[in-house]
């Protein structure tokens, strides 16, 4: 069966680097995606990987090795706002978006 | 500015009635939309698969005729929960994509609450 990974809950200082790890065994990979998603709203889009290596943009930044089926997610200067549920979602051979239960990121002062 | 707009965002019925959430899309034309379910502290469920002008593709254990959806035209999908009770109580969200991989849009959800 298919199957996406990553921790149930992380905490972090505000200030310091946290990193999200994310397994994946799916049926084809035709992509993966990073989402954030606040308590009662819908999720935002941060990330696409879909070849091996890191994708940076400003503080966030993916990372994705095909051939371990694992991605990670690099959240950096953590700010309170990042407080938050990260999603993982992997597209499988037939396009659909496999979706990871998500982590939830705790930030402390 | 939002790519999918979804509404209504939160909703109160009765059990037994029936609750309509639509969702357009506002860009592009939405050949697919998609329809989760998030219950608290859970990840997306995938409930179906819209597909303009034909029907819908559902996912195990989804009862058709329980959440109809209907994707008339390129711009707008409707899910309607019909016969709703507490237990269909629940966030809704719809998605769509420009293309194959590519991101999905979402729209701003809808809170379900059946009393």
């Known amino acids: 069966g298919q199957n996406i990974d990553q921790p149930t809950e992380m905490t972090a200082t505000e200030g310091a680097i946290v990193q999200i790890n994310c397994t994946y065994q799916t049926s084809g990979f035709n992509g993966l995606f990073w989402y954030q998603q606040h308590a009662g709203e819908a999720p935002t889009f941060l990330s696409y990987?879909?070849l091996d290596g890191l994708e940076e943009k400003g503080r966030f930044s993916s990372f994705l090795s095909r051939s371990k089926g694992y991605s990670y997610l690099l959240l950096k200067e953590l700010q309170m706002k990042d407080s938050a549920s990260y999603l993982c979602?992997?597209?499988?051979?037939?396009?659909?978006?496999?979706w990871g239960a998500g982590t939830k990121l705790i930030i402390k002062p | 500015g939002a790519v999918v707009s979804q509404h209504p965002s939160w909703v109160i019925c009765k059990s037994g009635t029936s609750v309509k959430i639509e969702c357009r899309s506002l860009?592009?034309?939405?050949?697919?939309m998609f329809w989760y379910r998030q219950f608290p502290k859970q990840s997306l469920m995938l409930m179906a698969t819209?597909?303009?002008?034909?029907?819908?593709?559902?996912e195990q254990g989804v009862e058709k005729d329980k959440f109809l959806i209907n994707h008339a035209s390129l711009t707008l999908s409707t899910l309607t929960v019909t016969s709703a009770h507490p237990e269909d109580s629940s966030f809704y969200i719809c998605?769509?994509?420009?293309?194959?991989?590519?991101?999905?849009?979402f729209g701003q959800g809808t809170r379900l609450t059946v009393v």
């Open positions: 998605s769509t994509t420009r293309g194959l991989n590519t991101e999905a849009f």
């Open positions: 990987n879909v």
């Open positions: 860009d592009f034309q939405a050949t697919t």
């Open positions: 979602a992997v597209m499988d051979s037939n396009y659909q978006l496999i």
């Open positions: 819209s597909n303009e002008g034909s029907k819908a593709t559902y």
